[in-house]
């Protein structure tokens, strides 16, 4: 690689985006070639577009791969290939049925689960306020704070997660725990109820305005 370009500027460029940290521009070329790195300080990206023009301008020109000229009378010497029958209508059928999307159905429990203390500090993990139907446990022990197992959550609303489908082999084959389900359940559930509205993004892709009229608008949640 050879350095092209160090250009630092400061951090008000990227405040819009939540960070006033100083920044270096790098420019690298996939060639070795000499040639001096450009060093140089900007207040704003209008004073920096002038040095990446810059660089960019001094690029060698690229040049598309020429194929190799092919031989009409020349013999493959390889293996040629072979059709070969086989049944693909099972595979078809249970390649279907696992990528097939099955309500993520839930049984709310009246009395909280107990995650009992396996320390002074931490207590056992298990969804202390749903049931998940096929779900298995975590591969690896999970805990939690024993003042977080002291509060049981809510319970999850089950019109809200009436929708709420995944493919049955994440949840049969165990690939997502019911730890990792009940997460996906309880933020469907939160979302559907404490994001509502349509939002309209600004220009700069910054800002959402709640804009529930405007035909443009989308929600964001």
């Known amino acids: 690689l050879t350095p092209r370009l160090a250009l630092t500027m400061p951090g008000q460029v990227y405040r819009k985006l939540g960070t006033s940290v100083e920044t270096q521009l790098m420019v690298f070329d996939k060639v070795q070639e000499d040639g001096e790195m450009i060093r140089a300080t900007v207040q704003d990206l209008e004073e920096a577009l ?7 301008a001094n690029r060698p ?19 040629e290939p072979v059709t070969r029958k086989r049944p693909v209508a099972t595979v078809a059928a249970s390649k279907s049925r696992a990528n097939a999307a099955i309500p993520l159905s839930f049984t709310s429990l009246e009395a909280p689960r107990d995650n009992t203390p396996v320390s002074d500090i931490y207590a056992r993990y298990r969804p202390q306020r749903i049931e998940i139907a096929g779900a298995q446990e975590h591969p690896t022990p999970l805990v939690e ?16 997660s009436a929708e709420l489908r995944l493919p049955a082999r994440l949840i049969e084959d165990g690939h997502l725990s019911e730890a990792q389900l009940e997460t996906i359940i309880m933020a469907h559930d939160a979302h ?11 220009d700069d892709q910054t800002k959402l305005t709640r804009a529930d009229d405007d035909p443009d608008a989308r929600a964001y949640r």
């Open 145 to 160: 704070s024993i003042a977080m197992a002291s509060v049981a959550p809510p319970v999850p609303s089950g019109a809200a």
């Open 50 to 56: 002038p040095f990446v023009d810059a660089v960019a």
């Open 192 to 202: 559907g109820r404490d994001l509502p509205g349509r939002f309209a993004i600004d």
């Open 61 to 79: 020109e690229t040049r598309p791969a020429q194929r190799a000229a092919t031989n009409p009378h020349a013999r493959s010497v390889g293996p």
